[in-house]
């Protein structure tokens, strides 16, 4: 299956490019980005040509991998999807509902798979964990602390120059990774409160279809010995914690292209698909009215 990578930035030089150069079942065609200067070296890295015209692209693989700011992802998603690509997607898929559910109904349109590149959700340890407590049931409440350290004075981290990190904030970067796991295995959400925190941070309560509650605590603005990850959840079973992340998003990445490899060739839609992705589009959207109005909002 030959398959394009669309953007240049850190997030697609670091993992995208690599990875789609070593799956064995893909193929790495090429690369296409808004600057055809960078498609051509990142290309060139990889031994692939860079594309300054993306439906020429498009027209020569069967599947894209899209590293783009979830502004741009949405028209590109449509437009690959409308050439009979397959989508792997990044996380959130779209910034608005509207643009999250075009995504879905073009993928459904043109009957191409759809997965959603939740690095946790891919994790060797997290996917089996989740698939085990989602399986045992009768959890009573979950609680998630992302707090990243992108923005504070002393990061250095390679994404703190993402534009659209600094305008959306900690809810719409890490939140989706939270929700990848909580809903899952606590069931879907049906109301949210969400409390602005410091700078960025968002503290966000959720009710879950069945019974269960949650609370997630989500920054991108934590000092940066503060900063981490964790979830808990407590029910009959007890109590049990998310295994700490062992391996980088490489390794994720690779099992997301066997999950895209997979639904493309039997038909069957994945649980991180375009439909699953408009669905925490939906939360964080909803997060974002409760925060403008201060009250409880449904789902």
Not at 2 to 14: D, K, S
Not at 30 to 46: N, Q
Not at 84 to 107: I, M, N, W
Not at 149 to 172: H, N
């Amino acid at each position: 299956m030959r398959i394009g990578l669309l953007g240049t930035g850190p997030w697609a030089e670091r993992v995208h490019a690599p990875v789609l150069a070593e799956h064995p079942s893909f193929e790495f065609a090429g690369v296409w980005g808004r600057r055809p200067e960078a498609a051509e070296a990142l290309g060139a890295a990889h031994g692939v040509p860079g594309y300054a015209d993306l439906d020429r692209l498009l027209a020569e693989v069967d599947a894209v991998s899209i590293a783009l700011p979830p502004a741009v992802q949405a028209d590109l998603a449509v437009r690959a999807a409308g050439a009979g690509c397959h989508l792997l997607l990044d996380k959130p898929v779209a910034l608005t509902v509207p643009d999250a559910r075009r995504v879905l109904e073009a993928s459904l349109a043109h009957r191409v798979a759809s997965v959603v590149f939740f690095t946790v959700r891919f994790g060797g340890e997290q996917l089996p964990w989740i698939e085990k407590q989602a399986a045992t049931g009768g959890w009573f409440t979950g609680r998630s602390d992302w707090l990243g350290s992108v923005f504070a004075p002393d990061s250095t981290s390679p994404y703190a120059a993402s534009p659209w990190r600094r305008e959306k904030g900690a809810l719409w970067d890490v939140g989706p990774h939270a929700l990848s796991v909580l809903l899952p295995v606590l069931g879907d959400a049906t109301l949210v409160t969400a409390v602005a925190g410091p700078l960025d941070t968002v503290h966000l309560v959720l009710r879950h279809a069945g019974g269960a509650s949650s609370t997630l605590a989500l920054s991108l603005t934590a000092p940066v010995a503060a900063g981490g990850t964790g979830m808990e959840l407590r029910g009959e079973s007890g109590v049990v914690h998310l295994p700490e992340r062992g391996e980088g998003p490489i390794a994720a990445l690779h099992r997301a292209l066997d999950a895209l490899h997979d639904s493309a060739r039997s038909g069957t839609p994945h649980p991180c698909d375009a439909a699953f992705g408009l669905r925490v589009v939906e939360i964080l959207a909803a997060a974002e009215r409760s925060l403008a109005t201060g009250t409880p909002t449904e789902v």
